[in-house]
């Protein structure tokens, strides 16, 4: 018993005890942990400036799917604090899509125009299968999304919105 005992407190105090399971090195889990999760849908859309966005283009930064419709009162509510956030995120890697949805292109060209929002506004139509795709059934919708295209959040809206962000994007 006693050898035991000596035995076990050499191991313990060499460090050559080790959890099984455990990693062999510090950082060794995080290096060989890969992330699962499907990369979040993509597309590619008209822009209202007339080209066409696809959103894999986006990976490299965070981004935000803003998804509305132009006879929407919440979504243009909501256009001060996503233009707030634009300015304070923008610079530090944050992207903005505003996904449309709506069956005719000059009323959504006019509240487009109306809106004056400075990034990239799509339209998301016939059927709007891009809403359809994220599972958005009411507006105003959002989507979160890391650089690598994965879904971090859902459905945050002003101050929410931008805590969550800043969780990711520090301001400092």
């Not at 035991?4 to 080790?18: I, P, R």
């Not at 942990?33 to 979040?40: F, K, L, S």
């Not at 958005?136 to 805590?163: C, F, I, K, W």
């Amino acid at each position: 018993m006693r050898g035991f005992c000596f035995g076990l407190l050499f191991l313990l105090l060499s460090g050559g005890c080790q959890r099984l399971g455990a990693p062999a090195e510090p950082g060794a889990a995080t290096a060989n942990r890969q992330d699962t999760r499907p990369p979040a849908p993509d597309f590619t859309l008209p822009t209202a400036a007339g080209d066409s966005l696809t959103l894999s283009s986006r990976r490299g930064s965070f981004v935000l799917l803003d998804f509305r419709a132009a006879d929407c009162a919440d979504c243009r509510a909501e256009n001060a604090n996503l233009r707030k956030m634009y300015g304070q995120f923008r610079s530090r890697g944050l992207a903005i899509v505003s996904v449309w949805a709506n069956s005719d292109p000059a009323e959504w060209r006019r509240a487009v125009a109306a809106d004056s929002l400075a990034w990239p506004q799509v339209l998301d139509r016939p059927a709007n299968p891009v809403a359809q795709a994220y599972a958005v059934d009411a507006r105003p919708a959002t989507v979160l999304l890391d650089p690598h295209g994965h879904e971090l959040a859902r459905n945050l809206h002003g101050r929410d919105l931008g805590q969550k962000i800043a969780e990711y994007i520090p301001l400092d």
